[in-house]
């Protein structure tokens, strides 16, 4: 199983053929960083949503605060709603990490936020996996 970064621009868009790169996916992970007990307001721009594109994909998502708290559950609840709107599957309750406001990209996240990072990503492409076999039966 492969990932891929699709970035959202400043203004809350992505390249075309990244929304069919998302249609085809096995999961769609959502992230974002926490700023106010919320996602970016780029993120809220969802095309597929009127077509239900996206109806029994598999989502789960992460974020990440310059604070301990900084709302991070509030974010991860935006993603989960976002998913039901897509009429999504939801895995678990997401990805919580930190990285100091004034630390640089090798300075954060936190290596304990790095290694649970990696441990999600398993369990999402494991529930990836799982859903996959369970539609093939």
């Known amino acids: ?4 970064l699709i970035t959202i621009d400043a203004e809350g868009n992505i390249p075309e053929a990244a929304w069919a790169e998302l249609a085809a ?5 959502f992230g974002s960083p926490s700023y106010m007990g919320n996602v970016s307001w780029q993120f ?3 095309k597929p949503w009127f077509s239900q594109v996206w109806r029994d994909k598999l989502f789960a998502g992460f974020t ?3 604070t301990m708290n900084g709302d991070k559950m509030a974010t991860l609840h935006m993603f989960m709603t976002l998913a039901m709107q897509h009429s ?3 895995v678990g309750t997401g990805l919580m ?3 100091p406001s004034d630390s640089s990209p090798d300075e954060g996240p936190l290596p304990g936020d790095l290694e649970t990072g990696k441990l999600f ?3 999402v492409a494991e529930a990836a996996r799982n859903l996959a076999t369970a539609r093939s039966v």
């Open 121 to 123: 990503g398993k369990r």
């Open 44 to 46: 809220k721009k969802s």
């Open 64 to 66: 990440n605060s310059s």
């Open 97 to 99: 990490a930190q990285s």
């Open 25 to 29: 996916a096995d999961a769609i992970v």
């Open 88 to 90: 999504g599957v939801w």
């Open 1 to 4: 199983m492969t990932a891929s």
